[in-house]
């Protein structure tokens, strides 16, 4: 294990020395943004850049949270042509008591017996938060709320939502649900750049169903914000999950852990603020241009260049003296033969101490197997490294 750290390290310091050239520049501090939220995290849309990141992978209850995730469920199943907008299901009892008129609950107060669209549904879901909606939903296409709630946390799973699982499609009260605040913010991300087309329903200002007229239940919408949700859960708090634009730049920022809502209102206001001006873009890498190399064990060559895809940019604060440094991080030693435009390595770019974003780094060429000269003289590299 000694040894295997030691690689790492060196291939880290060497990296960073190696790309140090092509990020420089350093800017004046004006001090550290504290937030009073338990757990946060925010992101640059367009570039990735981690703007703040306080226990995002502390794990707490989603509450009303795991909507988004059921919105998320039914708008995949729309753009897959599962269903359609127009496919109704019934109100059953179960989901007419239990997130109705009758629960004491957010419901878009769906008549028992009655039969509801899913787009109808999805509305009363995104601007009330209603929980019948959700039940409907969750019984009409799984057959039951805990059915729908494994295909939640599946679909979770296929996002990258690692921290993340779902007991019910609402989020009410449950001894199973959790989620982080980084998991929220790349479910956020894929929601609004995925589903564009129905993006526009966070921010309608109200709807009404059965003759009942309701507001858009979020409270932050304005400045900026012009989506996501709201949560509260017992003995952990308030949270909000918010995604604001302002002068063409997005962020997604979801707080947790605050201790009543005129906090989180507050708090959230003020983080989005800072994220949306005290920054300033930076361009690092133009696309396919070379980042650095790595070694390679047994090839015709002893390393290999290394490229990006895609314009490599970052948001660094506008008053900030660190400097931005980069290392290429992989799994040493990569061994020939190797293809051309293969994603061997991970750049991560610093600011300071703090990650701000990572990048995959392809190949430039193919790497053949060597000659046995060039294998024996790979192995006794390989060994001295193993060493160091």
Not at 93 to 99: H, L
Not at 165 to 193: R, W, Y
Not at 318 to 340: E, F, H, K, Q, T
């Amino acid at each position: 294990m000694r040894n295997t750290i030691n690689r790492h390290l060196r291939f880290a310091l060497v990296a960073a020395t190696c790309i140090g050239a092509g990020i420089s520049g350093a800017f004046a501090q004006s001090g550290p943004f504290a937030t009073k939220a338990q757990q946060a995290y925010m992101i640059d849309a367009e570039t990735g850049t981690v703007l703040l990141a306080v226990n995002e992978n502390t794990k707490f209850p989603p509450a009303s949270l795991a909507k988004l995730m059921t919105v998320e469920v039914i708008s995949d199943a729309l753009s897959k042509g599962q269903v359609s907008a127009d496919t109704s299901y019934p109100v059953s009892e179960y989901a007419w008591r239990t997130g109705g008129a009758p629960s004491r609950t957010s419901t878009m107060f769906a008549a028992l017996k009655s039969s509801v669209s899913i787009n109808n549904l999805l509305t009363g879901i995104i601007v009330q938060n209603a929980n019948d909606g959700c039940l409907i939903i969750a019984e009409g296409m799984a057959g039951s709320d805990p059915a729908f709630a494994k295909r939640m946390t599946a679909r979770a799973a296929e996002l990258g939502m690692t921290g993340s699982s779902f007991a019910n499609s609402t989020g009410l009260p449950d001894q199973i649900s959790n989620t982080t605040a980084k998991d929220m913010v790349v479910l956020a991300k894929h929601i609004h750049e995925t589903f564009g087309e129905r993006y526009g329903l966070f921010s309608k200002p109200d709807f009404e169903w059965n003759r009942i007229f309701q507001r858009n239940k979020n409270s932050l919408l304005g400045n900026g914000i012009d989506g996501m949700g709201l949560g509260f859960a017992e003995g952990h708090g308030f949270s909000a999950v918010v995604s604001a634009e302002r002068d063409g730049r997005r962020i997604y920022l979801t707080i947790a852990g605050l201790p009543d809502d005129k906090t989180r209102q507050e708090e959230a206001r003020r983080v989005v603020e800072w994220g949306l001006t005290a920054f300033e873009k930076r361009n690092l890498f133009q696309k396919n241009e070379t980042v650095g190399n790595i070694g390679i064990y047994g090839g015709a060559t002893s390393a290999v260049d290394l490229t990006v895809h895609e314009p490599v940019s970052v948001l660094v604060p506008i008053n900030n003296p660190d400097r931005l440094s980069g290392r290429i991080v992989y799994n040493w030693p990569l061994n020939a033969p190797l293809a051309a435009d293969y994603n061997a390595a991970t750049l991560k770019i610093y600011s300071g101490e703090k990650l701000l974003r990572e990048v995959p780094l392809y190949t430039t060429a193919a790497v053949e197997k060597g000659t046995l000269t060039q294998n024996a003289a790979g192995a006794l590299k390989e060994l001295l490294f193993f060493w160091l």
